[in-house]
């Protein structure tokens, strides 16, 4: 509340403290005084205060009544205090009428007034007050006395300007965003707002099915206040994309039914599948300069070209020791899917030691990977035949697949490009049983079980066309009722 004068009002009693009236005028039982003062205020807490006082003293019964009447004006000083009211203390002086005297006076005092209403404030007060000695009496005529009681003040309110912070046209007291303009969409719900739009997007809150994203500069026309949804970020929207949570990368394939998509490599060649002339077939180590991704021409399929190929068409392996028999056949017959080799790898009974005997064959294949780098990855399969129990026939064919590897490595292959694996008994090739279940006679049990004691490479990377991958391998037959060690 503005206030700029103040009514204040005090009513109390108190005593005479000065000798010359206690004794002389008798002037020693209680009087009672009243006050009113005007206030201006020159800031909320301090004021100039104008002042009339009535002071009425009792005499003995000899004395006639004494009376005092004080014009004077003063500082006042009142901090508010929380809530709870002010705390105040003054001080004022002026001219004081003591019968026919006229003499200068001075007052002081201390009070607090509880706030019981916005403009009326009201608690004790205590003052003490000085009349001073009169020069033309040549006895002394001091006076000081104290009072204790009651004082008020009454705050006249002004007119407060009733104010429009955010300058909207709606004032404060209706406004329920004082400070931020309505604009030129208000809020039908909130006097004085702007309609919320938390995204800033332009589609209001209420409109918005994506309130905290921005609809940006492809609005989803499905979903007001949406971008138009990209899953994989690559510039295509997913209602266009084939290839939704794939970027199309820097390669996007060219083929409209394929929109969105990366242009993909089938035969894992380099060559992507736009340009490749040969999508399902690997362009190997020899490509066809006249026929992006394809290899050149190889008559017998043994992956040397025709033009190397001492023998193109009979299949067989790289020669570079001996180029008069490249690409013919030896130990080795190299085809998409497999090196095969044609003369078994021996090992030393139930181990893993390769015997020297088997040398010449691991040497060819170790030419053939060296004269074939775009072989990236084969493994090496070790097989047992069924003359043991299955746990230490699949370990021992582990073994065995290992320790080819370490001979290849160990004469200049890659590591990266080799694995190994062993199967025991579980892939045959060769049956140990007849059509009706029965074991083979002991001639012919002996040459199935030695065929399916074998080492295989077989071709991982790349992987071979879909029509010459490996079939499933056949299921194991039945246990053999008897059993035999291992060759």
């Known amino acids: 509340m503005v206030s700029r004068l103040s009514l204040r009002g005090e009513l109390g009693s108190g005593l005479m403290i000065s000798s010359l009236q206690r004794s002389a ?22 004021s100039i205060q104008l002042s009339v006082n009535n002071g009425f003293f009792l005499a003995g019964q000899d004395q006639a009544t004494g009376r005092t009447l004080a014009l004077q004006g003063g500082l006042r000083i009142e901090p508010m205090i929380g809530t709870v009211g002010r705390l105040w203390a003054d001080v004022n002086g002026g001219y004081v009428a003591t019968g026919t005297q006229r003499r200068p006076g001075l007052d002081v005092g201390l009070g607090f007034e509880f706030q019981a209403a916005r403009w009326l404030g009201i608690g004790p007060y205590a003052r003490y007050h000085l009349v001073f000695h009169d020069s033309a009496v040549n006895a002394p005529s001091e006076a000081a006395y104290v009072a204790f009681g009651l004082s008020f003040t009454l705050r006249v309110p002004e007119d407060e300007p009733i104010l429009d912070r955010d300058r909207d046209g709606v004032l404060d007291p209706d406004d329920q965003c004082v400070d931020v303009p309505q604009g030129a969409t208000p809020d039908p719900a909130r006097r004085g707002c702007p309609r919320p739009d938390r995204d ?20 989803d026309p499905a979903r007001r206040g949406c971008p138009r949804p990209d899953a994989d970020g690559d510039g295509v929207f997913d209602n266009e994309d084939r290839c939704v949570t794939t970027p199309m990368g820097a390669n996007p394939d060219p083929d409209p039914a394929r929109r969105g998509c990366p242009d993909g490599d089938d035969d894992n060649d380099g060559v992507l599948n736009s340009r490749d002339l040969c999508r399902t077939e690997h362009q190997t180590s020899n490509p066809d300069p006249n026929r992006l991704g394809c290899p050149e ?16 068409s009979e299949p067989g392996m790289p020669n570079t020791e001996n180029p008069a028999r490249h690409g013919c056949p030896g130990l ?3 085809t998409n899917r497999v090196i095969r080799i044609t003369q078994p790898v021996y090992f030393a009974t139930a181990a893993d030691a390769i015997l020297p005997t088997s040398f010449p064959v691991l040497e060819a294949v170790r030419m053939t990977l060296q004269a074939t780098p775009d072989l990236r990855r084969v493994s090496i399969e070790g097989h047992t035949d069924d003359a043991n129990d ?8 582990n073994r065995r697949a290992a320790s080819v590897m370490r001979y290849l490595v160990e004469h200049g292959i890659d590591a990266g490009r080799l694995e190994a ?25 002996d040459a199935a079980r030695q065929a399916n004691r074998r080492v295989e490479f077989r071709i991982v990377d790349p992987a071979p066309p879909a029509d010459q991958a490996p079939s499933t391998p056949p299921a194991p037959p039945p246990p053999s009722p008897r059993r035999r060690r291992h060759h």
């Open 421 to 445: 694996h062993g199967f025991g008994e579980a892939r045959p090739i060769q049956p140990i049983t007849d059509s009706r279940g029965r074991a083979l006679r002991r001639r012919a049990l």
């Open 390 to 397: 299955d746990a230490s026939n699949l370990d021992l064919s």
């Open 200 to 219: 800033g997007d332009g589609v209001f809150d209420n409109e918005d099915q994506c309130v905290d994203v921005p609809q940006g500069a492809t609005p």
């Open 297 to 312: 021409r190889d008559t017998d399929g043994d992956r040397i070209p025709d033009r190397l190929d001492r023998c193109p």
């Open 25 to 46: 005028l008798a002037l020693d039982s209680a009087h009672v005084q009243a006050t009113g003062r005007i206030g201006f205020n020159v800031v909320d807490w301090l």
């Open 332 to 334: 080795v017959v190299l």
